[in-house]
């Protein structure tokens, strides 16, 4: 795979963002969610916005619960049929990270209809169609409208028994955190957006970005299984943070035990980071405790936008082992354990 460089279209051209990146910076989201006023609600919804966690959850009956989510994003890269495939499978991980098994999805479709062939915009489409039928879902319908920047992304719909939900609010002090895909994505997309990625950066950066995050439906069966989430646009420290606050604990990383795209490393090192990580560090540093001599670098990727990112697992110690077995068995060969939850302030310690 090589980058593609000669595109007739640069769809990242067309945007101010990509990707999860995209996503409204925290502190900002948080104003405006304070303002919505509280409303009650059924006691069949199992999962709303309290927790602020990766999709709904309606429960339909003793043996079965529905779970919605819907995302969409800008390009993040500039071939239409990479982008449809990197939208999809970021829109279905929302699913896995319920612990639910996918049920069909519904096309949210913006486009600059006076700026993007139509033969473009099928390439999108047909991306996001090819990862739908890998899951073996069907896209049973959408919505499209003509808007300034191209934006792409599914409504996702899910199955699960009540159960088994896996909430991002239910850590308890003492688990294991183990992450499932390397750190790195937004890094790797700034650096394609200035030219400089190599066509081995962009083969990984592909590569991660359409791995789906299967083992969720698995990782659903276990009960030591207590917290479960993606890590996407607020980066790992951000996501990582959810969990902390809605479980009240703090966590404790390992930075060096972190997986991190190599290529990513050598960008991250040489100052290269995304404008969300900025807006990411803004919005919650405060909560974070860093080593005195933590460099510029090591923070941006703590705080680097993922797009499609990994699952990331707060589970019982004893676990740890058959977690990462399942990992493995869907080819997730960088899955590792990065730190613990810990009892005390609401807070993330790095190490």
Known sequence: MTVPNNLPI????????????????????????????????????????ES?????????????????????????VDDPYDFGRIAATNAISDIYAMGATPL?????????LDKLPLEVIRKILAGGESVCAKVGIPVAGGHSIDTVEPIYGLVALGIIHPAKVKRNDRARAGDVLILGKPLGVGILSAALKKGKLSAAGYERLMAITTMLNTPGVRLAELEGVHALTDVTGFGLAGHLLEICRGSRLGARLIFDSLPVIAEALEWAERGTATGASGRNWAGYGSQVRLPQDFPQWKRDLITDPQTSGGLLVACAPELEARVLDE?????????????????????LTIA
């Open 10 to 49: 640069r769809l990242t051209q067309f945007s101010h963002g990509g990707g999860c990146g995209c996503k409204i910076a925290p502190a900002i989201l948080t104003e405006i969610l304070a303002a919505t006023p509280a409303r009650l609600m059924p006691k069949d919804l199992l999962v709303g916005t």
């Open 52 to 76: 602020s966690d990766d999709a709904a959850v309606y429960r339909l009956n003793d043996q079965q619960a529905i779970v919605a989510t819907t995302d969409f994003f800008m390009p993040i």
């Open 104 to 112: 069909f999805a519904l096309a949210v479709v913006g486009m600059p």
């Open 327 to 347: 990992f493995q068995k869907d080819g997730f060969h960088e899955a590792r354990k990065i730190g613990v939850m810990c009892a005390g302030d609401v807070a």
